[in-house]
């Protein structure tokens, strides 16, 4: 594959960043990629697994010479990432991030920045529950999809170039205005990660039931909860308080309908239950069409047939 | 592996009937099995795929020579099976089902059975999304836990055969009384299985988000739940009316939880949603190290290395 920038610069060394490093290398889509990482534990595993062809200790030095800058740092420090990297960024150079919500960060980013760069927050849809700089992989974003959520003034130019590195790393990209992204996302993942830590939570809680049996007995349908529920901690603070319109408004709607639903349940209406989980079989059915989950029936687990 | 039983009925041929079919005839635990399905089309597709060594069109002709009769039937129809096949059991046979339920169970299926059979209720905590003859495979047992669920009375070597047939269907076996076996559920599958049903319920009753974009940008967390909210509606609208107390309590405690982190999103309480995000992935690693899950970074999609 072609080359796509010069020389990308990883802050923060993550989950995202590992995997975007790997991603680059697997298709040669950078010529040079270095990183920088707040904390010296970070940057020191970074250098001994050949994470980044250099890791800088200021993070001035990393953005210099840089042709690309993501930002790969937790929302909650985005804006205070970008004021100390605004006066060191090259003429021209692309900044991007990589975080879950996009109007907070635009607002806390924006402002920092000069005017002779392009600002294009993106956000790629892939992850894992693991975190830091050992969990990344190179197929994360293969056949995944990433938001760029660029201003309406960006440079054309400057947003194919980040496409192709993100088409370049396996990624189908899709653009889309600010506000939009943040509720996409507060239904397809904010509201659903909450709930799903609720609900280990009371797990957890629940003197009847000790820990042992709750983890024991997680294949009836939890197990998939506290995957969802062993995310980062600090990642998804962030999320919950940088997109708290969105979020509150969609667990407002999930609380009103499981209030039916378990009003169905204590008056033994059957027909409404049976209803809406015959609607919600039709969803699942069109993720396995759109490519974005396997319809193996034993979820690649364990089985050889059936994979 | 050694012979277990000489013959074998499953009453109902979905799932969890095929999947221990299949699971029968690869460590040829019974020497026959026979099954009987209520509907047409099912017995015809079962004979058609060489599920049953026989398939009786007659569900007392299918019962009447059989050492264990398993009823795989939803648990809203099972004191119905129960009552058809009672005056067909031979003496001393084993009755069990694989109900999600125990308690509800228990009392629509007991009091029909003669004195001269013994009933074992058992549920193996095993399953897919996907529902019907065809969804069976062998392994699905393979390091899931099977919970039996016996009266104090029952003979010892009656469990302790039906426990040899699950053993060698590859469950770990453990017995648990049937009001404790229907809280741990509650906490484990039912109340989780409500709440994903819920969450893609609002997803596609959202009219500024299209289903289509749900479907596009579930990786984001939201394919978890459709996977779960997918499964079969007539087995899981019976589960919560059979299980009403436990899962209303559950839900009971959740929704409380759930108030308590939206209002700490409300107010930007960062502490609180941290300290109990963190708490949450501890559980994640228990179900990691009790082999109830992969620790793969990619969950098994797509990479290689990583599996």
Known sequence: MTKVYDRVALIGLGLIASSMFWAMKRSGLAGEVVGFARSAETRDTARKIGLCDHVYDDVKEAVKDADLVVLCVPVGVMGTVA?????????GATVSDVGSVKQDVIQSVGPHLPDNVHFIPAHPLAGTEHSGPEAGFAELFDNRWCLLVPAENTSTDAIAQLRALWEGMGSNVEEMDAEHHDLVLAV?????????????????????????????????????????????????????????????????????ELFALQRAIRTGDGDHLFDYFTRTRAIRRGIIEAGQDTAAPNFGRGAKDGE
């Open 83 to 91: 004021a100390e990297i605004a006066g060191s960024l090259k003429a």
């Open 188 to 256: 397809t993942s904010h509201a659903p990660h909450l709930i799903a830590y609720t609900m280990v939570g009371v797990a957890d809680d629940l003197g009847r039931v000790t820990d042992g049996e709750v983890i024991k007995y997680s294949a009836a349908g939890f197990r998939d909860f506290t995957r969802i529920a062993a995310s980062d901690p600090t990642m998804w603070r962030d999320v919950f308080l940088s997109n708290k319109e969105a979020t509150l408004e969609i667990l407002g709607r999930f609380t009103e």
